[in-house]
């Protein structure tokens, strides 16, 4: 915790929207949206003073009626909105689509967090790689078990037999702020250092819970936060909401990657009141 008091600032009195960074969100395609609706949603919460969906799905609907705030738009006039951090993958696809918007994303000179069908697409192109390790911005990795043996070339379960090892590998391969999710999640940087985050519970084994948490980190991101401290906060937090969900009842079963936000929202909040 020592590490992010330093950016747990109360927001100041003459804030403006503007002041607190621009999130995007580049992903959900056909049949997927639901997973770059809850990573926007997450952003929004967390502090972004505005927060930008490309969706990939020529079908998506207009607005997020449960969150109205949130600006919907195409993926072309995501990439041209006024951004101070992305995230790419929440539910993108591996179409040549996807691909060539993760290409112009990577291109872009800001924060950029890579997850879910992002990394596939990373793990499948050797092209894709070199783009990535030659930006100047921050990357940030985000993989689950499966998605990080196929960045690695090997099985899930070589991954799991030394998680510490598999997340500085992938930090120090592809020059990025890797976690490696799952229980006890590990943040790698690429300069070797290594941690192992404590919070959270089995509730989080749950379809969106990953979205989440990129939203969580895209958000910070957007508001200046560096690349480390934004992951190592982000991924904390997630836990803790989730453990407080729990402690009030809401799970481990049957609890809801959206129902974390709001509690992660509150944490947030009195982190920065407590001054950590
Ligand atoms: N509401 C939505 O639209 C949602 C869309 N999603 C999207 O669905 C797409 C596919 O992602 P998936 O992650 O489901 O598919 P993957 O095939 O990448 O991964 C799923 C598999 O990974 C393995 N795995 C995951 N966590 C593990 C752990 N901690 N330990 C061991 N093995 C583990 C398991 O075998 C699991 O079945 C992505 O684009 C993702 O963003 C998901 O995020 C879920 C919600
Ligand atoms: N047993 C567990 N204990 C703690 N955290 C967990 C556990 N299972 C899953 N998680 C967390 O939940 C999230 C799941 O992310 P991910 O696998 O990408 O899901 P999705 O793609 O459905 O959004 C990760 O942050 C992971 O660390």
Not at 194 to 222: E, K, Q, R
Not at 237 to 257: C, F, K, Y
Not at 259 to 269: G, K, L, P
Request: proline share 6%.
């Amino acid at each position: 915790m020592d590490l992010l008091l330093d950016h747990l600032r109360p927001r100041a009195r003459n804030s403006h929207k503007g002041s607190n960074g621009g999130a995007g969100i580049l992903g959900g395609a056909a049949s997927m949206v639901g997973a770059a609706f809850l990573a926007g949603r997450a952003a929004l919460r967390l502090g972004s003073g505005r927060v930008y969906l490309g969706l990939l799905d020529g079908q998506a609907p207009a607005i997020d009626p449960l969150q109205p705030e949130l600006m919907l738009r195409q993926p072309e006039s995501l990439l041209a909105a006024p951004l101070t951090a992305l995230a790419c993958g929440p539910g993108m696809g591996s179409g040549d689509d996807a691909r060539e918007w993760l290409r112009r994303a990577c291109s872009l000179p800001l924060p950029l967090l890579l997850d879910a069908d992002a990394l596939n697409l990373l793990a499948g192109e050797s092209g894709l790689r070199q783009e990535v390790l030659a930006r100047a911005a921050p990357t940030l990795l985000s993989p689950h078990p499966s998605e990080a043996a196929r960045l690695l070339d090997c099985s899930t379960a070589c991954v799991q037999d030394d998680r510490p090892r598999a997340a500085r590998e992938l930090a120090a391969r592809y020059g990025a702020v890797t976690v490696l999710k799952g229980c006890g999640s590990i943040v790698a940087a690429p300069g070797g250092e290594w941690f192992v985050n404590t919070s959270g519970n089995p509730g989080l084994a749950t379809a969106g819970t990953g979205d989440v948490l990129s939203g969580f980190i895209v958000a910070l991101l957007a508001q200046g936060w560096p690349a480390l401290e934004a992951m190592l906060a982000a991924v904390h937090l997630h836990g803790v909401a989730a453990d407080e969900r729990v402690a009030a009842g809401s799970g481990p079963i049957g609890l809801t990657a959206g129902e974390i936000i709001d509690s992660a929202r509150a944490a947030f909040n009195r982190w920065v009141a407590r001054g950590r």
